[in-house]
């Protein structure tokens, strides 16, 4: 299964830019980079996603390198309701391996005011 | 308002009462899956399933079953309950692909005794 990794914790201060890293260097072609994140006592929130192309929506941006091994998800002001662990994940598009998902320990982003 | 719901949020019992966490979903998702959450482990999926009537096992399957029987309907069932299955579970849905968000449910704390 592919596997993601991410840094166990980064910092930042409210509204400045944040740029959460995730490495996936053993990536297949059509594996989708998603994004999640959580909140305290609440389930894992979709953020974005994407396959090759940067990616914008009305939360985040995602960068993904060219080679596809890394991506980077872009708070573009960091408020104190972005605090919470960041979830990188692949999910693969061959056949049926979309259905198995293996998520990382995520990064915790604390933010302060 | 398009939502997974899970049943109960919070659960006591004791070793070897069998039990049932309910999922629905009201998106006609085809895909549905249930992970469970502990400190330090991050999340770790249990099962998936692809449609009705077709399941497959995730990360750390034992001591569950799941069962699909209708489309919106994935329910986790622990026969003989143990201590270590103490955790808390989220289940998810998504429409089948790997182009599309995973949506979660709020979460079931369950504690063994």
Known sequence: ?113 | EAQVTQNPRYLITVTGKKLTVTCSQNMNHEYMSWYRQDPGLGLRQIYYSMNVEVTDKGDVPEGYKVSRKEKRNFPLILESPSPNQTSLYFCASSLQGANYPLHFGNGTRLTVT
Not at chain 1, 27 to 46: C, V
Not at chain 1, 56 to 77: G, V
């Open chain 1, 1 to 113: 299964d592919a596997k993601t990794t991410q840094p166990n914790s980064m910092e930042s201060n409210e509204e400045e830019p944040v740029h959460l890293p995730c490495n996936h260097s053993t990536i297949s072609g059509t594996d989708y980079i998603h994004w999640y994140r959580q909140l305290p006592s609440q389930g894992p929130e979709y953020v974005i996603h994407g396959l090759t192309s940067n990616v914008n929506n009305r939360m985040a941006s995602l960068a993904i390198a060219e080679d596809r091994k890394s991506s980077t998800l872009i708070l573009h002001r960091a408020t104190l309701r972005d605090a919470a662990v960041y979830y990188c994940i692949l999910r693969g598009a061959g056949g049926t391996s979309y259905g198995k998902l293996t998520f990382g320990q995520g990064t915790i982003l604390t933010v302060h005011p």
